[in-house]
């Protein structure tokens, strides 16, 4: 029984390695003499020990993660997004457009990131436990630049019905930016492009040995995405 529970299929609910050691022993516990059951849990305390070690040693191994996410939100923070900020053209871009619906987007996306941020501590903690602090780190750190700079590009994948028809409706009313406003936008990317390649270049080594979907996008997605992520800059960061 314990077996055929064990290997039940679904596409959403799978074991974590202690949950499916936890639910074998229950079930042992059940099955097995006093004797018996000690011998298995030693073996089992061995087996989750050595578990635990390679945790610890894959963390270790690899710091590449957490350094690259670091300098990567430092030049967002210092280089990147200051710039959109300094001049008129933020402000004046989105006066025609239902600032209404702006609000609601914005406040949509800090429930994403909320959200977003839930879900990579609760999956950390549920696989890692306290093991693995450097991918935490890494991942906390990857948030945070969603943070000062909206990554629209995930965000538009996890809306529901009404925050998809918002964001149609504001995109067709922006995606012509005014030229001195479409030249700083272009330059602050081309910029980001070269930051990306070098940084990537820095922590993991030569970037044409490596399979990585960067920049996989169409020439409308990339505007798309350009203009909705400026759209939902917050100066604050969204409090992150």
């Given at each position: 029984?314990?077996?055929?529970?064990?290997?039940?299929?679904?596409?959403?609910?799978?074991?974590?390695?202690?949950?499916?050691?936890?639910?074998?022993?229950?079930?042992?516990?059940?099955?097995?003499?006093?004797?018996?059951?000690?011998?298995?849990?030693?073996?089992?305390?061995?087996?989750?020990?050595?578990?635990?070690?390679?945790?610890?040693?894959?963390?270790?191994?690899?710091?590449?993660?957490?350094?690259?996410?670091?300098?990567?939100?430092?030049?967002?923070?210092?280089?990147?997004?200051?710039?959109?900020?300094?001049?008129?053209?933020?402000?004046?871009?989105?006066?025609?457009?239902?600032?209404?619906?702006?609000?609601?987007?914005r406040a949509e996306y800090k429930y994403f990131l909320n959200d977003s941020k839930k879900e990579l501590l609760t999956s950390?903690?549920?696989?890692?436990?306290?093991?693995?602090?450097?991918?935490?780190?890494?991942?906390?750190?990857?948030?945070?630049?969603?943070?000062?700079?909206?990554?629209?590009?995930?965000?538009?994948?996890?809306?529901?019905?009404?925050?998809?028809?918002?964001?149609?409706?504001?995109?067709?009313?922006?995606?012509?930016?005014?030229?001195?406003?479409?030249?700083?936008?272009?330059?602050?990317?081309?910029?980001?492009?070269?930051?990306?390649?070098?940084?990537?270049?820095?922590?993991?080594?030569?970037?044409?040995?490596?399979?990585?979907?960067?920049?996989?996008?169409s020439q409308e997605e990339e505007r798309e995405h350009r203009v909705m992520s400026l759209l939902l800059l917050d100066r604050?960061?969204?409090?992150?």
């Open positions: 029984m314990f077996e055929q529970d064990k290997d039940i299929y679904s596409d959403k609910h799978y074991f974590t390695a202690w949950e499916e050691w936890d639910f074998e022993a229950t079930a042992f516990q059940d099955i097995l003499n006093e004797e018996q059951f000690a011998t298995y849990n030693a073996v089992l305390n061995e087996t989750i020990q050595r578990y635990e070690k390679g945790l610890i040693e894959q963390d270790n191994q690899d710091l590449r993660e957490s350094a690259f996410y670091e300098d990567l939100y430092n030049y967002y923070q210092q280089h990147f997004v200051p710039d959109f900020f300094m001049g008129p053209f933020l402000g004046l871009i989105w006066l025609p457009v239902d600032t209404t619906k702006i609000d609601f987007l950390h903690f549920r696989h890692n436990r306290r093991f693995k602090p450097n991918q935490l780190k890494g991942s906390l750190l990857r948030h945070k630049v969603a943070c000062i700079f909206p990554d629209y590009h995930s965000f538009k994948h996890r809306m529901d019905e009404p925050t998809k028809a918002t964001s149609q409706y504001l995109k067709a009313k922006i995606l012509q930016l005014p030229e001195e406003t479409e030249n700083l936008v272009n330059r602050k990317f081309n910029e980001l492009r070269e930051f990306m390649e070098a940084n990537f270049t820095k922590h993991y080594g030569d970037i044409r040995g490596w399979h990585i979907a960067v920049g996989h996008f604050k960061g969204y409090g992150c």
